[in-house]
């Protein structure tokens, strides 16, 4: 009993330096510094909260993906909606029929197995970094555009979200938007500009016309 309760004793320490530990580094990771004290005592525990709610997500069976920590995980759920939940229904916004592509559906759909990994058939870009400006929209268009661009020409390429925030006039940029109204925008558009063109700033700015002059991929339709 002596030994037990001397090892509980030890475990909560040593648990919660190494929790300490992870903070401190991923603070020099991410170049996180905080107002004061306070400040930072507050963000460790919510940083230890979504750390071990991480580490037991992982842990789970039977889990189709892993999760990891980011530059995020010292924000609660409400601070991240905040920042990043750019879509923007407005209450007097009137939503587009979808203009639909038969030529994109399944002929047979018996055929069609119960779950794809995009991945895996080559369609999907690396893992884009939004930061801080509320486009999430822009980014949801973007990367279905460059997966069916995929799947139609067999080329992968990366497309520009910041063409979508800087001249997509429909939409409200950086402070958020609808997917419908991007779509239009790319139909409209003839497509979208390579992102290596038009590259992501992070915050929204004046449409550059003589970027968008060179589109690499174009859409006949869509269905939201």
Known sequence: MLAIGTSQVLYGPLDEQNMLTKHEEWMAQHGRIYKDMDEK????MIFKKNVEWIEAFNKGLDQK?????NKLADLT??????MLNGYNMQSSEV??????????????????????????KGAVTPIKDQGSCGCCWSFLVVA??????????GNLTSLSEQELVDCDTKDQG?????????FQFVLHNFGLIIEANYPYKGVGGTCNPKKTTDHSAIITGYEV
């Open 95 to 120: 939503v587009h029929t979808s203009l639909k592509a038969t030529s994109f559906r399944y002929g047979n759909v018996t055929d069609v197995p119960p779950s794809i990994d995009w991945r895996q």
């Open 174 to 182: 950086y402070e958020g938007g609808l997917m419908d109204n991007a």
């Open 41 to 44: 005592e507050r963000r460790y």
């Open 77 to 82: 759920n409400e601070e991240y909606r905040a």
């Open 65 to 69: 993906y892993t999760l990891n920590v």
């Open 144 to 153: 279905a555009v460059e997966g069916i661009n995929q799947l139609k020409t």
